[in-house]
């Protein structure tokens, strides 16, 4: 007599929805606004694991020999998991249900300034690091091979050390830094290094408005989201700027900002702010965070 396991048919049913769920993602191209590009293909590599699971678990379901289990001797009286008491059993569903039906019923959303105040500020807040005024911000390039990621998708920050050290030069000797999402971290980190050494430069960068505690009327800070490894690690970044009509504009409104670079002293630490000549209001980017560069070592 054939008989269905429910429990069987339930984790088959979970398996299948988290297939779905990240094959949803990766059509979508929402995957991002979860995880940095870099791990596209181990994501993909979990989704196709899920749909290997779902259908080991399909031939699972169904029970023709009475109940027993074929590797037990009939009269089998041992626990095959399945006489758990119920209030067990529902916290173990429920703890594999949660994350699919919150990914499922709620879209993803972009990290924005309440965001950010959780998780801190973006300015420094003293200086007892003994670096005599100039906070240093490090952000470490990854190492990938040609052999690991050979396919180059946007916005993965994939870059040879050739290329990788051009676009580092261009930092010394272009007329107008130009902020690209690529580059972004990079060069970021080398301006707030030596905030001194960019003074007049120009610069053209977007972000959206986050206003901390002990900034002039005049002020914001223009901030990214840079992404380590997923949401959960992510870190906000930003320039000080000054902004005529600052106290106008509200909170987690995109910039495209060009202006001039400078610097100034807060709490004691000497940074780098954008005195901005233009400015313009433009719409939440596809792509909204930012990513450390990748770097190539077998060319």
């Not at 009475?66 to 209030?87: F, L, R, V």
């Not at 290329?163 to 980190?189: C, P, T």
Request: proline share 5%; net charge negative.
């Amino acid at each position: 007599m054939i008989r269905v396991h429910f429990q069987h048919f339930l984790r088959a049913v979970i398996l299948a929805a988290f297939a779905i769920f990240f094959i949803g993602l990766h059509y979508s191209g929402e995957i991002t606004k979860y995880i940095n590009p870099k791990y596209d293909v181990m994501s993909q590599i979990a989704a196709g694991v899920f749909i290997l699971f779902f259908f080991v678990q399909l031939f699972r379901i169904f029970d023709d020999n009475d109940g027993q289990h074929d590797h037990c001797p009939p009269g089998c009286t041992h626990d095959h998991g399945y006489s758990d008491a119920w209030p067990k059993k529902i916290i173990k569903y429920s703890i594999l249900l949660f994350p699919l039906l919150t990914g499922f019923a709620f879209p993803p959303t972009i990290l924005d300034s309440s965001i950010a105040a959780k998780k801190g500020t973006v300015l420094p807040q003293g200086n007892g690091n003994g670096n005599n005024g100039t906070e240093e911000f490090e952000f470490e390039t990854d190492s990938i091979s040609l052999q690991e990621y050979e396919e180059v998708h946007p916005n993965n920050n994939y870059f040879s050390e050739e290329k990788y050290d051009e676009e580092m030069k261009k930092l010394e000797v272009v007329d107008v830094i130009q902020m690209k999402n690529d580059i972004y971290a990079s060069y970021y980190d080398a301006i707030s290094r030596k905030p001194k050494e960019y003074i007049g430069k120009k610069i053209k960068v977007s972000g959206f408005v986050y206003k901390e505690e002990g900034l002039d009327g005049n002020q914001l800070v223009l901030s990214r989201f840079l992404i380590t490894h997923c949401v959960a690690d992510a870190s906000i970044i930003g320039f000080l700027t000054e902004v005529k009509q600052a106290s106008e504009i509200e909170q987690d409104t995109w910039l495209e900002i060009e202006g001039t670079l400078d610097i100034t002293s807060f709490n004691g630490v000497e940074l780098p702010l954008i005195k901005a000549n233009k400015w313009k209001v433009i719409e939440e980017p596809v792509e909204p965070y930012i990513y450390p560069i990748l770097t190539n070592h077998t060319e």
